[in-house]
């Protein structure tokens, strides 16, 4: 199957494209044929050396299925040959069995079906970036009506997901991002906006309840909480002195799991969250260099697609 993997760490052009054998999957996984995934920035961390993940070359990154399963395992009870499904697969601790391929292994517990009312690129853009999102809002934060939710770094991948799983929630949310992405931030139900290039949010935003860091900004955000306010950040790790005043801030890491997706998946399929992309790129040597050095600006609005195959025939 044709993949794009690295040799070695190092910038995107260490990105080619391969020949590799069809993985082969044990009892509880499922084979998916691919038709899309996506781009995070763990990706190109990982392809530099810095996450702290993967170990065997060639690496094959990538952590968004969506596709179509071809094979199932013995044990598998839940899914079948024929479902359109999408995965944030645990791509083994080495990171040799990503999603840039035209065929991935998944666990049967990461595994969620597609919502049927969007494409196979919009559903490749929901496992990773939804699942944090939903995992920090819903089950860290516990966010509820009519609390007061900021949300820093609203146009990232995993912000537009927080911002609409924390209005689905009711709650009041206040977001960062540059001016360029304040309509499309208003337009998926952001309360209030706050460029913050011009406006620093502890000056205008007070007694919050609840903050949700995706851009290592631990200090300001708990200087806008209630006492009894939550931090979760995905990027910085509290200090202790800031876990003094606040027990409640923590760093919180992704738990790949199909429970949290299929939420997700319901939230998308009801309406209620969109699918926001910024680009879409082939499976190509040329088209995962571009799609990394596009995460890597750290300003793409929305998710960086993938495109692998066509989807399957109606
Ligand atoms: N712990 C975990 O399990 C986990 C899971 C997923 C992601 N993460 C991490 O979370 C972070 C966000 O991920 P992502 O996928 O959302 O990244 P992303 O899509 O690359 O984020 C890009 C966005 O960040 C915004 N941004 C950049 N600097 C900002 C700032 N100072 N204030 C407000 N917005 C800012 C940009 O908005 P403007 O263009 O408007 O500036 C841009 O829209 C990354 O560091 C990622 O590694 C961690």
């Known amino acids: 199957m044709k993949a794009i993997v690295i040799d070695r760490y190092g910038d995107a052009q260490e990105l080619h ?9 044990s009892a509880d996984e499922v084979l998916v044929k691919m038709v899309a995934t996506s781009v995070n920035p763990i990706d190109w961390r990982t392809r530099k050396g810095t996450a702290g993940l993967g170990a065997a070359f060639p690496m094959v990154l990538g952590w968004d299925v969506a596709g179509v399963i071809t094979e199932v ?5 839940r899914f079948k040959v024929g ?17 840039y391929a035209e065929y991935v292994a998944v666990g049967e517990d990461q595994l969620a079906l597609k919502p ?12 990773l970036s939804g699942t944090v999102a939903y995992q920090v809002i819903v089950n860290q934060l516990a ?10 770094g609203g146009a990232g991948g995993v912000g537009l997901y927080a911002i609409q799983i924390a209005k689905a929630q009711g709650a ?3 977001t960062t991002a540059s001016v360029a992405n304040h309509d499309l931030l208003r337009s998926i139900g952001a309360d209030e906006v706050i460029d913050y290039h011009q406006t620093k949010f502890t000056d205008v935003l007070h007694d919050y309840d609840a903050v949700f860091d995706t851009t290592d ?19 910085g790790r509290p200090t202790a002195a800031q876990q003094n005043g606040h027990p409640s801030a923590k760093h919180w890491w992704l738990h790949p799991n199909g ?8 939230l998308v399929a009801a309406g209620k969250v969109k699918v926001i992309i910024d680009s879409e790129y082939p499976l190509t040597t040329a088209g995962l260099q571009a799609a990394h050095q596009r995460s890597e600006s750290h300003h793409a609005h929305g998710k960086i697609v993938i495109t692998i195959a066509d989807p399957p025939a109606k």
């Open 17 to 25: 494209e391969a020949a590799l054998p069809v993985p082969t999957i």
């Open 73 to 77: 395992g013995a044990a598998v009870s």
């Open 116 to 127: 049927a009312n969007i494409s196979f690129k919009e559903a490749a853009a929901i496992p």
């Open 143 to 152: 966010v509820s009506k009519g609390d007061k939710v900021l949300i820093q």
């Open 172 to 174: 009041y949310v206040a």
């Open 217 to 235: 900004d631990i200090e300001n955000g708990l200087a806008i909480l209630k006492p009894t306010g939550r931090l979760i950040s995905i990027v």
């Open 83 to 99: 479902d359109e499904v999408i995965a944030r697969p645990a791509n083994s601790a080495d990171a040799t069995r990503g999603s």
């Open 259 to 266: 429970r949290d997706l299929a939420a997700v998946a319901e």
